[in-house]
Each structure stands twice: as structure tokens, then as C-alpha cells.
Nanobody, 126 residues
Framework: QVQLVESGGGLVQAGGSLRLSCAAS????????LAWFRQAPGKEREFVSA????????LYADSVKGRFTISRDNAKNTIWLQMNSLKPEDTAVYYC???????????????????WGQGTQVTVSS
């Protein structure tokens, strides 16, 4: 059974940094895309970033491009999200998700992912 366990959230001041991790287990992820989504109170879940496990190819939402970096460690079956220059609007619960390739309908849609972690809270104070 696939398990995704996030960690690394917390409270940080605007301009600060956090690094989230997602430990994946239960299968080989070589034919998967892993992604980060976030959901702020009263808002819909939104795509943040994704990485193709086999190639390391990455994709970012415009709102985080240049500030966030997604990466993976094949040996540890873990992905990270390095978040720099954090803004109050980055405050949300961040979720790790996994989808088999090909990812349908799209890699940025939460509907494409059938495995989810429990989420980790990120709060950015102004």
C-alpha cells in the first residue's frame, strides 16, 4: 500500500525559508509523478509543483516559480520542496501526492493523483 508522509511544516516569518519532505513507500515510484499541492482556508486546493521520478523533470505553478524548488532522492524514496522568500499568501496545508504515468487528465490537476499524504501546515507571518 502506498504511503506518503509529509514533514517540515511550521511557522516562519515572511522572507524566510522552509523545506518540506515527503517520504514515499509501498511501491517503486520510477513510473510515477510526485507533486505538491496546497490548500488555504476557504480556498480550493491548488497545484504547487511536480517532479517526474524517472527523469527528474519538474513543473511549477507561476506563483512559486523562482522561489520554490522540488527535488528527489531515489535512494531514500523522498521528495523535497525547498521554499524560499516565503510570503503570507503561501500559508496553507501542503500535501504530497503521487500519480502513475501517464498522468491524466493533467499533471497540475488534483484529480489525476490517487495517493495523498496527510498534509503539513505552513504558516507565514507578515
Amino acid at each position: 500500500q502506498v504511503q506518503l508522509v509529509e514533514s517540515g511544516g511550521g511557522l516562519v516569518q515572511a522572507g524566510g525559508s522552509l523545506r518540506l519532505s515527503c517520504a514515499a513507500s509501498g511501491r517503486t515510484f520510477s513510473n510515477y509523478a510526485l507533486a505538491w499541492f496546497r490548500q488555504a482556508p476557504g480556498k480550493e486546493r491548488e497545484f504547487v509543483s511536480a517532479i517526474i521520478w524517472s527523469t527528474g523533470g519538474t513543473l511549477y505553478a507561476d506563483s512559486v516559480k523562482g522561489r520554490f524548488t522540488i527535488s528527489r532522492d531515489n535512494a531514500k524514496n523522498t521528495i523535497w520542496l525547498q521554499m524560499n522568500s516565503l510570503k503570507p499568501e503561501d500559508t496553507a496545508v501542503y500535501y504530497c501526492a503521487a500519480a502513475g504515468i501517464p498522468v491524466r487528465p493533467t499533471i497540475t490537476s488534483g484529480r489525476s493523483y490517487n495517493f495523498w499524504g496527510q498534509g503539513t501546515q505552513v504558516t507565514v507571518s507578515s
